[in-house]
Nanobody, 122 residues
């Protein structure tokens, strides 16, 4: 079972940037489609971005144009580069692997990491 660990969160001012990392425990990381999700207090976990094993990305409308997802299979690591951050981006950010389904719902992902907190102040 692949283990995922998120890092890179912190506190930034609105308009700032931050890069999150998701480190995987296994070299088989390269075969997985991967996703970033976030969960704010009192809210359900929501889709942020997705990247296929081939590198093809997709983004939620809320972050498109501001966030960039990428992966480095030689390091078994996925990244989320965030810019133009807004207070509404404040949440715990999680990475996960695609396990099935035909949508980007969290129910179609597994092996969730512990999350990393992103706080954007105004």
């Amino acid at each position: 079972q692949v283990q995922l660990v998120e890092s890179g969160g912190g506190v930034v001012q609105a308009g700032g940037s931050l890069r999150l990392s998701c480190a995987a425990s296994r070299r088989t990381f390269s075969i997985y489609d991967m996703g970033w999700f976030r969960q704010a207090p009192g809210k359900e976990r929501e889709f942020v971005a997705y990247i296929r094993s081939s590198g093809v990305p997709i983004y939620s409308d809320r972050v498109k144009g501001r966030f960039t997802i990428s992966r480095d299979n030689t390091k078994n690591t996925m990244y989320l580069q965030m810019k133009d951050l807004e207070p509404e981006d404040t949440a715990v950010y999680y990475c996960a692997v695609r396990i099935g389904g035909y949508s980007y719902s969290p129910t179609n992902f597994g092996s969730w990491g512990q999350g990393t907190q992103v706080t954007v102040s105004s």
